[in-house]
């Protein structure tokens, strides 16, 4: 099981958006709704922000939001502040013997 | 408040054992499967396999299987991640999560890490 696709650097100013996406194959993305975003700070443990393609666990804001299209997932941080400033990790469910396929991870840079 | 606790950083040579830990409070530690993630330096992270504390079924992603062991000891809420002779290219961080036992559940706690250094 190859890792997802994810694009390597994503960037916005404050305020503003950004979208990162997370592709991969009907197997994995495509086969099922559930797909989960977790967000690292450097030097800290990864954080979930995003489960079953759209939802926020408590606690999470919702300038977090997530959707799929086919073979690809995408991560919205709408309205971007400094501390959203983190790499960010793509992780979806390939069956019963593949729970985590994780993807490549973005960081995201806050200008 | 759900923590996950593991053990600390370690030291080892190539051909070394190590059990590293992770122990679960706050929360049913039975009622979750516990999972690994290894973060090699500067790179993504990687799921290693998962195991049931009631039952210890497992899973192992293909390319961890047989080269590590995860163990829990449910009378006392931890888990342990295992190998019998270590690699230089086993220096990594190594998270361990929390993972619900519904279908296609995410990590939703983890640990702080474990960072294990192995060289000659």
């Known amino acids: 099981q190859s890792a997802l696709t994810q694009p390597p650097s994503a960037s916005g100013s404050p305020g503003q958006s950004v979208t990162i996406s997370c592709t991969g194959t009907s197997s994995d993305v495509g086969g099922y709704n559930y797909i989960s975003w977790y967000q690292q700070h450097p030097g800290k443990a990864p954080k979930l922000m995003i489960y079953e393609v759209t939802k926020r666990p408590s606690g999470v804001p919702d300038r977090f939001s997530g959707s799929k299209s086919g073979n690809t997932a995408s991560l919205t941080v709408s309205g971007l502040q400094a501390e959203d400033e983190a790499d960010y990790y793509c992780?979806?469910?390939?069956?019963?013997?593949?729970?985590?396929?994780f993807g490549t991870g973005t960081k995201v840079t806050v200008l | 408040e759900v923590q996950l606790v593991q053990s600390g950083a370690e030291v080892k040579k190539p051909g070394e054992s190590l059990k590293i830990s992770c122990k679960g409070s706050g929360y049913n530690f039975a009622s979750y499967w516990i999972g690994w993630v290894r973060q090699m330096p500067g790179k993504g992270l990687e799921w290693m396999g998962i195991?049931?504390?009631?039952?210890?079924?497992?899973r192992y992603s293909p390319s961890f299987r047989g080269q590590v062991s995860i163990s829990v000891d449910k009378s006392i809420s931890t888990a342990y991640l295992q190998w019998s002779s270590l690699k230089a290219s086993d220096t990594a961080v190594y998270y361990c999560?929390?993972?619900?036992?519904?279908?296609?559940?995410?990590?939703?706690?983890w640990g702080q890490g474990t960072l294990v250094s192995v060289s000659s």
């Open positions: 992780s979806a469910y390939a069956g019963t013997n593949t729970p985590y396929v």
């Open positions: 195991m049931n504390p009631v039952n210890s079924d497992n």
């Open positions: 999560a929390r993972r619900p036992s519904t279908t296609g559940a995410p990590f939703d706690y």
